[in-house]
Nanobody, 116 residues
């Protein structure tokens, strides 16, 4: 099993910044990618950013140039630095880990609220 614990969400004004962290523990082998998804009220969950084991990254068009995903392998932690936040970034952000077998794990989520 894999356990994901997110932290760093909160309330911020538009234009501000937040950094989300996700600490991964448990059977952390054969991991293909780690990433962040978000779900706003009434909307489907969407990919925000992903980083693979080869350290390539992938971002949603809506966050390119504003968000940066990174990972610290020594700490088994993945980060999402969010700058120039907009009210439309308001959502619950979920950490995600995917194995090469396509099995994936989710954190419980952390709320990000951006006020205008």
């Amino acid at each position: 099993q894999v356990r994901l614990v997110e932290s760093g969400g909160g309330l911020v004004q538009a234009g501000g910044s937040l950094r989300l962290s996700c600490e991964v523990s448990g059977s952390i082998f054969s991991i293909r990618a780690m990433g962040w998804y978000r779900q706003a009220p009434g909307k489907q969950r969407e990919l925000v950013a992903q980083i693979t084991s080869g350290v390539s990254t992938n971002y949603a068009d809506s966050v390119k140039g504003r968000f940066t995903i990174s990972r610290d392998n020594a700490k088994n932690t993945v980060y999402l630095q969010m700058n120039s936040l907009k009210p439309e970034d308001t959502a619950i952000y979920y950490c995600n880990v995917q194995r090469w077998s396509s099995v994936q794990y989710w954190g419980l989520g952390t709320q990000v609220t951006v006020s205008s």
